[in-house]
Each structure stands twice: as C-alpha cells, then as structure tokens.
C-alpha cells in the first residue's frame, strides 16, 4: 500500500490531465442519454396541452401550441360529445375514473394478497422444517421457467369455466396468490434473517406465527416494500391479460382503455391531444408512487433479477 | 432487538421448558428432529400452493393437452392427435411469425444489451448518483401501452417530432411503423427506450461487485479506461450478464402489447409476432387448440434456449477465478 500512495501523485498526474476530455466525452453520452430517456414525457405534457388543430398547425414548436385543458377534459370524461367531435376527438363515452379505479381495485388485490401469500411461503420455506420443504421449493422454482404466454389460454378458459369472465377478480385471480418470482425473492431475504433473533424470540415465548408477524416481516420491511411496488407496477402495466379477460366498462383497466381510446378514433386525424392527456394521466400514479420509493427501489432492483 | 436481551429464562412456557437450556444448535436440532412445523407449514403455504397448483402448473398442463385437441371455447374439446402441430409445421403465416419474431428479438436484445451495459459503465465510473439511476429506470414506469402511443405518436409520419429531426439532420423521411422494413426495427427501438433502464440497473449491481481497488491498481499500471473495460469490467461482468441476458430475451420473445397498439401486427404480417399471431389464432378465429400448439413451439424454443444459454454461462464460469 505504502508504495502506492507514494507512485500515486507522480504517474496519476498525466493520467489525470486526459481525463477531463474523457470525462468531458463521457458525461456528454450521458446527457444524451438522459435527453433520450426524458424528452417523449416531456412530449406528453406539450400535446396533451395543445389543441389538435394548432398541434397539425405547428407540429415542431416546443411549446404546446393553443394552451389549453382540453385534452384532459376530453380524456376524463367531462366534455359533451358535440364538444369532443368539435376538438377532433371521439364522440363515445369513456369513464375514465372507472377505469382508473379498476386499476387501483386490481392492483392493489393483485399487490397486497401475492405479496402476503407468497411471503408467508417464502416463511415456510425458510424458517420452518418440513419434510419435503426442498422438493416443493424446487417444483415452485421450475414453475418460474414457465413463459407466461403459455398459461394465459388455459387460465382463460379455466376463468370463463368460473364465470370471472369480465370481472376484477377475474383478473386479479390468476396473480394473487402467488408468483414463483415473489417466493423466491422473499425466500432469499428471509433465509439472511440470523437464527438467532428468532431463537431469542423462541425463548422469549413468542409462538412461529407471532415469530413472522413480528420478527421477520418487520426485518424484511425492505424487500416487502421494493418487491410490492414493482409487483404494482407490473400489475398496473399488464395488458395482454386484462385485454383477455375484460369486454366492458365494469372490468376496463387503463391499459386496455387506453388501447380502446385509441381504437376509437379514427386512423387519419388521430385525437392526439387527448389521447396523450389520457397517457399522461394513466401513467402518473406510477410516477408518483416511484417518486416516494425511487431511492430504495433502486438501490435494491440489482437483487431482484440476479439472485 | 430488544426481545434478545430482555428475556429471563423464568418467562418461559411450560411446553419449551424442556428445550430452554440447550444451546442454539441443539434447539435446532431439536425442532429438525420432532418433524418440525409440518402443520404450520401446511397452513403457511396453503394459499401460494393453490394458487401455484391452480393457475400456474395445472393450465401448463392443459395447455399441452388443449395443443392435442379442436376447441373452439363452445364445444367440449376434441381430440386430434398432431393435427395441430402437422398444420404449424405446414403454416407459412407461422414461419413467418417465427422469422419476425426472431429478427425482433436479434434487434432489441442486441441493441438493449449494449446500451445498457454502456450506460452501466457510464453510470459506474462517472458518478454513482441514485437520481440518474432513477431518470435511467422512469420509462420502465410506463405501460409497454404508454410507451408505444407516445412513440406511434412521436413517430408519425405526418405530425410527429421524429421525422422532423431526422430531417433536420439530414436525412429523407422515414415511414417508421408504416413500413415492412422498417416496422419491426423500430418496435424492437420503442422497447429498448421502455427497458433499457431495467437491464442497466441489473448491470450496474453487477458492476457493483467489482472491487475498486482492481480499477485503481490498474491506473496505477497506467491503463486506460477502455483496456480497464476490456481486461476488468468485461471478464468479471460476465457471469451476471449471462444471467441478464436469459432474463431478457424469454421477455423479448414476448413481445406483444407494443405490436397491438402501434401496428396491430402489420404493414402487410410485417409486425405479426408470435404471441400476436397466437392471440389472433385464439381470439380472432377461436382456434384454441391450435393456438395452444404455437404456444406449446414457443415453450420449445424458450427451453431450449434457456439450456444452451446456462450451458454457455457455466462453461465460461471457469476462467473466470
């Protein structure tokens, strides 16, 4: 060590002299980069303020072009039709606080129950002795090979057997129990718990039960937490599924309004305007609820995929 | 924890008294040796193994057997044998799908790996900020449905920003969903944008792991920072990049929502990717079973992908040290 401090000042010097334009070069990649990453939310807010025709008018002003809230009015709802065919955008109902409702009812179901679920298996598979414990852990492990893709058709007729078909529990169903994913994560972090705080608590009479309540879902905090925002993400995001699964208003999700928004209006002479106001506005809790974890999640998101 | 250092022995109920004195290991061996918490396990498991049994494993086992079968959702299934699976393999549409969605794959995974292992080196040895970090990930944010009506709207060719800077560079237009050549690329480029952040911050916790006295003492060597690249970052990443690219492309093989909203499949089956093609077969024409043949292929595939892909990793772990 000692002789590295010392060669240290002599050769990092010119070492250090380069550097700047390296740097320099590098830090502007990253502002690129960033630029990239940023500028289409950026793009969002200037059209969903913008009107359609001033938008055809001057498609490359930066500003948004007639300010105005019309596009949001159309997206929730609160315009007249007349109104809304007027401003270039569809004529049909959309009940856009439904469908963001729907998508709170569901993610929620999805988010709480699989992560209660799956955390008390990853209990039982890390803190309890059991035989046959490693034997359905590893059928639980295989499980996670499987595509989703290849259980959505079964698990669409199984749902319409049930008659869930157009339903929020419909939905929900399939993800609320459980994801081998969500096992394996929690399993990871519970295994790290030392035995002996659960040993103290053992002695201190504390039953298993009261041991996982108290103990180990407090010392997970953390994980629970990364892992139950990115499962609401997900579940917030998905739309093959609910696209399957719901045909009306009662069960619509964002996603698939979103998608139905745009079907709506017509290929030439899309209502862009109101259809970014409404992008805006179903990808907003996202942001928001990233925002208040931002920190924790990602410092704790290199776990998620690699171990 | 406080329950650790406040607990006399006396406090103890009747039924642990027995177990109460041994040590540590000898509780462990203890609970080990009475069967343990065969009931409590039970009860703690329930609710994941229903729904593992129910919507996991048991649908994995019809959708091979509904592959076997005509089912059309109104009438009980029909049983066929390989009839699906002799008309996949006669299916051109199929082939195609398959060749689509393979130069999908090519394209995004390539493009997303090595971006995001750039930006992952950018991000290591620039700064170790989490608010980059997190302005990496903010697309991830959004629903594959968000990310592909801003970009189908970005993208226009009529409206959108994107042709005009691309000739304010230069360059002619480009008709970028609305072309056959075109399509694909620039779907496998809104997908990128959607989770290159994902897959940076995957990397760059595996970046993390390299200790940095490695990099300081090969500055002090005088290396650069590209050969540091090459001889450090490279052969030390690579176990975890193996890992990531697994992830990344049984999730890019599944590529369906960006296709629905931005070319539902088109110009003329440019775009019609597997999964797609497979949603169509189902709900379009209500060919169950033989939409749960392709799935079935796209298992296949998948498989056997993700066994050649551990066979490479493990085969490269070695030198590695």
Partial sequence: MATVTTTTPTTLRPVQRKFPLGRAAAWTVMGLIILITLLPFYWILRTALSTNAGLSADPTNPLPVDLTTSGFERALGMQSAEEAVKQGGAGGGLDFWRYLLNSVLVSTLITGCQIFFSAMAAYAFSRLRWRGRDKVFGLFLAGMMVPAIFTLLPNFVLIKQLHLIDTLLGIALPTMFMTPFAVFFLRQFFMNIPQEVEEAALLDGAGKIKIFFRVVLPMASTPVITLGVLTYITSWNDYFWPLMVSYSDSSRVLTVALAVFRAQTPATGVDWSGLMAATLIAALPMLVLFACFARRIVSSIGFTGIK | ?321
């Fill in chain 2, 1 to 321: 924890m406080t329950i650790a250092s406040s607990s006399p022995p006396s406090r103890l109920p009747r039924g642990d008294a027995e177990r109460a004195p041994t040590t540590p290991r000898a509780a462990r061996a203890g609970a080990g040796d009475s069967g343990g918490d065969g009931r409590l396990a039970a009860v703690f498991i329930a609710p994941a193994f229903l729904g593992f049994v129910v919507f996991l494993l048991w649908p994995t086992l019809r959708g091979i057997y509904l592959s076997f079968t005509r089912f059309n959702l109104l009438t009980p299934a029909e049983w066929v044998g390989l009839d699906n699976y002799v008309r996949m393999v006669h299916d051109p549409i199929f082939w195609d799908s398959m060749k689509v969605t393979v130069e999908y794959v090519v394209i995004n995974i390539g493009l997303q790996t090595v971006s995001a292992l750039a930006i992952a080196v950018l991000l290591q040895r620039l700064t170790q900020s989490a608010l980059l970090r997190g302005i990496v990930l903010t697309p991830y944010l959004m629903s594959n449905v968000v990310a592909g009506l801003v970009w189908l709207w970005i993208l226009d060719t009529q409206l959108g920003i994107g042709n005009e800077i691309v000739t304010a560079l230069g360059f002619d237009r480009i008709p970028f969903l609305a072309d056959e050549t075109w399509a694909i690329p620039t779907i496998a480029l809104i997908n990128v944008w959607r989770h290159v952040g994902y897959t940076t911050l995957l990397l760059f916790a595996g970046l993390q792991a390299i200790p940095n006295d490695m990099y300081e003492a090969a500055r002090v060597d005088g290396a650069s920072e590209w050969r540091m690249f090459w001889r450090i970052t490279m052969p030390l990443l690579r176990p975890v990049l193996a890992v990531v690219l697994i992830m990344t492309v049984i999730g890019s093989f599944q590529v369906f929502d960006t296709v629905a909203v931005t070319t539902a499949g088109g110009p003329a089956n440019a775009t019609n990717v597997l999964q797609y093609y497979i949603y169509g077969s189902a709900f379009g024409r209500f060919q169950f079973g033989y939409a749960s043949a392709m799935s079935v292929a796209l298992l296949v595939v998948l498989s056997a992908i993700t066994i050649l892909q551990y066979r490479l990793t493990r085969a490269g772990r070695s030198d590695l040290g």
